[in-house]
């Protein structure tokens, strides 16, 4: 199972499709974009 883990390790991180700011995994209803950029 040592190409799964692999897998995971190289998902990228989810990013704001609209600044490109780290999005927590906790907050998925944000959809593709950052909490300050929903907000707007
Ligand atoms: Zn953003």
């Keep these: ?3 799964v883990v692999e897998f ?3 998902l990228p ?3 704001c499709s609209n600044c ?7 907050h998925e209803c944000y ?3 950052c909490e300050k950029c ?3």
């Design 1 to 3: 199972m040592e190409n």
């Design 31 to 33: 959809g593709s974009q």
């Design 13 to 15: 991180a989810k990013k």
């Design 8 to 10: 995971f390790k190289n």
């Design 20 to 26: 490109g700011e780290k999005i927590e995994e906790q």
């Design 38 to 40: 929903d907000e707007l």
